[in-house]
């Protein structure tokens, strides 16, 4: 199964995990006028594009996006930005095919998978580890290891539910 993982935020990133590789890479940003409350969004368009490369046709393949929302303390424009990333994102995944799964999960529940704090920087030296050959040399590249640590961890919840499925059906 491949499952592509989403760390979405205006540095966010996409990745996909499956049985024989990783990929991860940035989410594509375009720069909006400077009179706009969104400064940068999300590049439509290119996101389409790498999520369609990403999925292999008639192999089985989900989307899992953390499930985020506005942090108490943050400004309007904050908001109203993270909330247009989000929208664009799940906009652009949820009207690729409609026989992909999307889902969302919270990063308390990826992360206590893990037996990892809030605190990016564990994410990124667990990710280096699990994937020692995905482009995180950088300290900023946090979201790129989320993003990698979200699709492991959807490959197992979807390989739980499938597992579960058969079980029930009593084969």
Same mark, same amino acid.
């Given at each position: ?19 024989? !590789? ?12 400077? #009179? ?9 368009t290119m996101l ?29 424009? #904050? #908001? ?13 995944c949820e009207?690729?095919?409609? #026989? ?10 990826w ?19 699990? !994937?020692p050959?995905a ?9 790129r ?7 492991? !961890?959807?490959?197992?919840? !979807? ?13």
């Amino acid at each position: 199964m491949n499952v592509i993982g989403i760390d979405p935020g205006i540095t966010g990133a996409v990745s996909i995990v499956t049985d024989i !590789y990783s990929y991860v890479v940035d989410i594509p940003i375009e720069s909006v006028s400077k #009179t706009a409350i969104v400064k940068n969004r999300v590049n439509a368009t290119m996101l389409k594009i790498i999520l369609s490369d990403m999925i292999v046709p008639r192999q089985d393949t989900r989307i899992l996006i953390e499930a985020v929302a506005s942090r108490p303390g943050q400004g309007g424009a #904050t #908001t109203f930005s993270f909330g247009d990333t989000f929208g664009c994102i799940r906009g652009v995944c949820e009207s690729l095919y409609p #026989t992909i799964e999307v889902g969302y999960v919270l990063p308390q529940a990826w992360k206590k998978h893990f037996g990892i704090s809030k605190d990016k920087s564990e994410s990124l030296e667990l990710a280096r580890s699990l !994937y020692p050959d995905a482009p995180l040399e950088r300290k900023k590249d946090n979201d790129r290891a989320e993003a990698l640590l979200i699709a492991k !961890y959807g490959r197992h919840i !979807y390989s739980e539910s499938f597992v579960e499925s058969i079980r029930s059906a009593g084969l």
